[in-house]
């Protein structure tokens, strides 16, 4: 029994149970072939697509996977629910070469297509019959059927769902051969649930931090239960107005990231079970290695000289520093839910405060805060920012970008928008890596720590691997040994 | 009594009738033009990053959201004489469904929450009231004092870590059986044991010391009788309103024993609602629950001139 929430259409990690993805992505967040699709090629324009299918796969109500299937989801892809991304808008066409081969065409290159195909709530591959009606290509999805290891037995909106294993012949006899999906929206009752012997594993469901850092110690104390944590590269950052204000100085940008004491925080707010970020993206992907060496290192006496060089000289009696009579005060928005917010917030207003500014945190309900974000109001802002899937490209389109509309206020250039167009039209490694050193460069943000991914389960369950994607679930491979 | 009533409801429900009305105005309106857009809320909990620009535009262009707001609300209203709440913007489903699926388990919870608050709150009230300053007097302040000052989360994880976690004896969330009943029933229902208890001890002190007791004593009828047929019965219409304010909130949904005990009731739709400016959802919910409100406070009046007929029913007394 996992823990976890049902929604219908979105990245619920529940559906990775019941669909396959179109291709797959490696740990690097790298493409690779699928249940699905053994290989592709790209045309040396950039405009053909031909995919390779692999036979024998079959729909849960016995459709077939094969290029007629392929051709009706990525038309349904361009033309349905999905139509909205920006990968399926490039599509132009889709044809069937033979009974296992499908070539897409696009209206003009675009990079990042292959990456979209990877990414759990775009490439999921859902039945033709599944929706209404059957085999149209903008139809609803009606019920779940996908080509998964599991399949939904039923499923009673917003209590549960029994899934049970696809092909019962493939589980050998010792894996897992049903699911009993359960909400628990509290994260402290989830744990709680775990420790009463009622689910076997939490934590699993949710692509951020769901299972409280400071829980873990009392977790590893239950001999019962075991805890592991994987990192999506996925970084909890402050984003700071480079557009006005005291962050659009480069220095006193730098000046922040060199003030913070990020080991103590990690250890002394988060259990010690995070860990922290110096870079704008992790430097241990291929696609950010130029940032190897860049790290942030807590020097608040370098902190104060680059604000004294800044200008903001400490006058008054209060600490805080000033220039041309104004106070050097920030206003930090943190939008509600995300995980630890509130205590690294004041203990950044603490560390703030020995530098001499002064942070202001406005606590702000998430689609106010986003509100604010839209407009540039703010000079900190909290953002738990992209994790594989998301990443190489996420930070850089999403945020980094001139045309990012949520972040017009992050930092922007032209020269900035040329790596990252560069990037994306080219998707290979360096150019990316050379994007994320200019970020750097120019202290785009302040990056807290790496979100990882925790998950708690009893000593029972065996074989668990966290999936290869933060919006994905694989269960496959778990058995139960009373 | 059938023609009061009668002419009591004919007063009433025009009345009830713009009070849902403009309770769904002022949910819509509020949630309208508070800060935050639904597209770009909705499409960030579904991507888990911010939306793309053409994606938020999109949304916005399917969904019509780009309208005015008279223009919306009055496409909301009209659907009303249709028989619909409008759909979800969130999950795209119709709001009357989500509602009918979740409405069920908030009704359970909430009759047993307020059944067992007056089962534990009636019985110890009156037997404090009987018997001031006696021991089981001094038990009921103490459940008074602790119903009223711990709150319900608390309790509730402290049930779980008792009996769940420790004993083992109960589930510590979930919907189904009555197993699974009992702890949300204890959180939720401890306020109210204590609401209830107070309002009966103090109402049967004040009834119990009317002549109309002594003169009950006095003709020679046994404690019991004078305490249930004359005391509590004239003690019992403050407590009956006291019961129906309670059933009333509790119907409305409770966000927080919900999501401690995974427990599939409105409340927790409706704030995850709220959160993401799903405004038919609110609109619609607020709408459904005002009338269970009205209905319950309509069911209150019409209890009370059962109880006291001298209650003329909508709060006037006879001379």
Redesign the interface.
């Known amino acids: 029994m996992i823990q976890g929430e049902v929604k219908r259409g979105g990245a619920d990690l529940l559906q990775s149970l019941i669909y396959d993805n179109f291709l797959n992505i490696n740990y690097d967040g790298k493409p690779t072939p699928s249940r699905l699709v053994r290989s592709w090629e790209q045309s040396n324009d950039g405009l053909t697509y031909t995919f390779y299918l692999n036979r024998g796969v079959t729909f849960h109500d016995g459709t077939e996977w094969n290029a007629k299937t392929a051709e009706w989801f990525l038309k349904w892809c361009s033309q349905g629910p999905r139509k909205n991304t920006v990968a399926y808008s490039k599509i132009s066409e889709v044809k069937t070469v033979d009974d296992y081969t499908v070539k897409v065409t696009l209206k003009e290159p675009f990079g990042a297509f292959i990456k979209a195909l990877t990414v759990e709530f775009n490439s999921h591959v859902v039945s033709p019959t599944s929706v209404d009606p059957a085999w149209s290509t903008d139809g609803k999805i009606i019920s779940f059927i996908g080509t998964g290891a599991f399949k939904v037995e039923s499923y009673v909106k917003a209590q549960r769902a029994e899934l049970v294993r696809n092909d019962p012949a493939t589980g050998g006899g010792t894996l897992i051969d049903r699911i009993s999906y359960r909400i628990i929206p509290d994260s402290h009752a989830g744990v709680s649930a775990l420790r009463a012997g009622t689910v076997d594993i939490i934590g699993v469901s949710d692509n951020h931090a769901s299972v409280p850092y400071e829980l873990i110690p009392v977790m590893e104390r239950d001999p019962n239960i075991i805890v592991e944590t994987i990192s999506y590269g996925r970084y909890q950052v402050v984003e700071l107005n480079c557009r006005e204000g005291p962050f659009s100085d480069i220095r006193v940008r730098e000046a922040v990231n060199l003030a913070l004491d990020r080991e103590k925080m990690v250890k002394e707010l988060l259990a010690g079970a995070a860990t922290p970020a110096n870079t704008v993206v992790s430097p241990r992907y291929p696609f950010a290695s130029s940032l190897a060496g860049t790290e942030y290192a807590y020097n608040p006496a370098r902190a104060r000289e680059l604000l004294d060089n800044a200008g903001w000289k400490v006058t008054g009696a209060d600490g805080i520093r000033q220039k041309e009579g104004k106070k050097l005060e920030v206003t930090y928005i943190v939008p509600i839910g995300e995980a630890n917010s509130e205590s690294i917030a004041v203990y950044i207003q603490s560390e703030m405060k020995k530098i001499g500014i002064d942070v202001k945190i406005l606590v702000l309900e998430s689609g106010a805060a986003g509100a604010e974000r839209n407009k540039g109001n703010y000079d900190m802002f909290l953002h738990h920012s992209y994790g594989i899937p998301g990443l190489p490209d996420g930070p850089l389109t999403g945020k980094y970008h001139s045309s990012a509309g949520s972040w017009p206020a992050s930092y922007h250039d032209a020269q900035l928008d040329q790596l990252i167009e560069k990037a994306m039209a080219t998707d290979a490694d360096e150019d990316y890596s050379a994007a994320y050193l200019y970020s750097q460069e120019k202290h785009a943000c302040m990056p807290l720590y790496d979100i990882e991914r925790i998950a708690a389960y009893k000593k029972s369950v065996k074989g668990f691997i966290f999936s290869t994607s933060v919006y994905g679930l694989d269960l496959s491979t778990v058995r139960i040994e009373e | 009594m059938a023609g009061e009533i009668s002419f009591f409801l004919a007063r009433r429900i025009p009345w009830a009738i713009l009070t849902i009305f403009l309770a769904s105005l002022l949910a819509f309106s509020i949630i309208f033009f508070?800060?935050?857009?639904?597209a770009?809320?909705i499409l960030?909990?579904?991507?888990?990053?911010?939306?793309?620009?053409?994606?938020?535009i999109?949304?916005i262009e399917q969904n019509a959201l780009d309208v005015p707001f008279i223009k919306q609300y009055t496409t909301w209203t009209t659907g009303l004489f249709y028989g619909s709440l409008g759909t979800s913007l969130r999950?795209?489903d119709p709001v009357l469904e989500e509602f009918i699926?979740?409405f069920p388990?908030t009704v359970i919870l909430a009759l047993s929450a307020i059944t067992f608050a007056l089962v534990i709150g009636l019985s110890i009230g009156v037997l404090s009231a009987v018997r001031p300053h006696s021991p089981i007097d001094a038990f009921g302040n103490l459940i008074a004092s602790l119903g009223s000052s711990i709150p319900s989360f608390w309790l509730?994880?402290l049930l779980?870590?008792v009996f769940?976690?420790h004993l083992?004896l109960l589930?510590?969330?979930?919907?189904g059986g009555i197993e699974h009943l009992i702890l949300p029933t204890i959180a939720l229902g401890f306020l109210n044991v204590s609401k209830i208890l107070r309002i009966t001890r103090e109402s049967m002190i004040d009834a119990l010391s009317e002549d109309y007791v002594f003169e009950a004593y006095a003709k020679g009828l046994r404690e019991k009788a004078v305490v249930i047929r004359h005391a509590f019965r004239n003690a019992s219409v403050p407590i009956v309103t006291q019961t129906g304010l309670e059933l009333g909130a509790l119907l409305g949904g409770t966000v927080i024993i919900?999501?401690?005990?995974?427990w599939?009731g409105i409340g927790?739709?409706l704030l995850s609602s709220v959160?993401?400016?799903d405004y038919p959802v609110i609109a619609g919910f607020v709408l459904l629950i005002a009338l269970i409100y009205v209905i319950v406070n309509i069911l209150v009046d019409i209890i009370y001139i059962y109880i006291d007929p001298r209650i003329q029913p909508g709060g006037k007394t006879h001379a």
Not at chain 2, 258 to 262: C, D, L, T, W
């Open positions: 508070a800060p935050g857009n639904p770009e809320v960030t909990q579904i991507y888990g990053n911010e939306p793309e620009r053409d994606a938020v999109l949304f999950t795209g699926v979740r388990a509730g994880l779980i870590l769940s976690i083992n589930p510590s969330f979930g919907y919900e999501q401690i005990f995974g599939p927790s739709f959160m993401s400016r």
